[in-house]
């Protein structure tokens, strides 16, 4: 089955349709990257008033797979082009600040 994780990113609400429309055609190569290093099964949700976005992805070891993405130079392209986006005050990555949310239940 591997670590279900589910997480939180803050978009600027002012440009959550241009966030929207950069998703409609994510890059090959970063799709591909992402399963060579473990994403699987995941999803993204947006309550889109607030700018939240809601990220559900399994993975056999999530610190891994995003140790993984942080290597590769497509990741490095997507994260700079993304970065626009997000509510970000400290000019960090939007993939340096997930916000991790606690499992406690799951009816499988």
Do not use: I
Request: hydrophobic share 40%; glycine share 8%; aromatic share 12%.
């Amino acid at each position: 089955m591997g670590e279900r994780v589910c997480f939180l990113m803050h978009l600027r609400p002012e440009l959550v349709d241009g966030y929207l429309e950069a998703h409609r055609e994510v890059w090959p190569e970063m799709l591909e990257a992402l399963t060579r290093h473990g994403w699987r099964d995941y999803s993204l949700f947006l309550r889109k008033e607030e700018g939240l976005v809601v990220g559900v992805v399994t993975s056999d070891d999530f610190a891994a797979s995003l140790a993984g993405m942080d290597g590769e130079p497509v990741n490095t392209r997507w994260q700079a082009t993304m970065s626009r986006y997000f509510r970000k005050e400290d000019g960090s990555r939007p993939d340096e600040g997930l916000e991790r949310l606690d499992e406690y239940f799951h009816l499988a």
